[in-house]
């Protein structure tokens, strides 16, 4: 069976510090890998998504930038964090078949991340 | 106007309650349609997964969808308190390759005993 991997739970982290955020599959290939991120009362922003190795796409600007670097592996990063990066960042997965029939998005426990 | 809206509530109903959620969307490419549940600190499940008008039943959830009127609503029949969740929808535009799903912001359930 298919699992997502998201470490860690609860991140409290300082204003200038870097960071990273990592996110496995385990049960699936070549998935499609998704961050998002979802602030205190509002929706999922989509952040970043990815459907291969090394390829990136970038729904917002901001200070946060994504990689890729093995097929079931997802990275999100920051060099240097703002107050405004904190709240809850979710990693998804989903896949399609060669029809294009899709099964929706299963969804890390996600990770806590307060900037102080 | 945003492609996707839900009412965020708060929504409270009583213990066998009959609750009913609700999404309206502006695109009519969406072909896709789900919804999510989230407890409180935890990540969305998947619900209810439907691609055509009409009614879908699984135990106690009915997802309902109404692609002429871009409306979508879950039922929840013999509501209980573990049913307390924020509940989202979701929708896809259904081209091959386009694999990105637009959320509503959710609208936060309590069940009350």
């Known amino acids: 069976s298919q699992t997502i991997h998201q470490w860690p739970a609860t991140l409290v982290q300082p204003v200038g510090s870097p960071l990273s955020l990592e996110c496995t599959v385990e049960?699936?290939?070549?998935?499609?890998l998704y961050w998002y991120r979802q602030a205190a009362g509002r929706g999922l922003q989509l952040l970043f998504y990815s459907v291969g190795i090394g390829q990136i796409s970038s729904e917002v600007p901001q200070n946060l930038s994504a990689s890729r670097p093995q097929d079931r592996q997802f990275i999100l990063s920051s060099k240097k964090l703002l107050l405004s990066d904190s709240g809850f960042y979710l990693c998804?997965?989903?896949?399609?078949?060669?029809?294009?029939?899709?099964?929706?998005?299963?969804f890390g426990s996600g990770t806590r991340l307060t900037v102080v | 106007q945003k492609e996707v809206e839900q009412d965020p509530g708060p929504l409270s109903v009583p213990e066998g309650a009959i609750v009913s959620l609700n999404c309206t969307y502006s695109?009519?490419?969406?072909?896709?349609f789900m919804w999510y549940r989230q407890y409180s600190r935890k990540g969305p499940e998947l619900l209810m997964y439907t691609y055509s008008s009409g009614n879908k039943e699984d135990g106690r959830f009915t997802a309902q969808v109404d692609k002429s009127s871009k409306y979508i609503s879950l039922f929840i029949r013999d509501s209980q308190p573990s049913d307390s969740a924020t509940y989202l929808c979701a929708m896809r535009i259904s081209n091959f390759g386009n694999e990105k799903l637009t959320f509503g912001t959710g609208t936060r359930l309590t069940i009350i005993p």
């Open positions: 695109n009519s490419a969406f072909q896709y």
């Open positions: 998804a997965w989903s896949v399609s078949t060669s029809t294009g029939y899709f099964y929706g998005y299963t």
């Open positions: 049960g699936t290939s070549n998935p499609n």
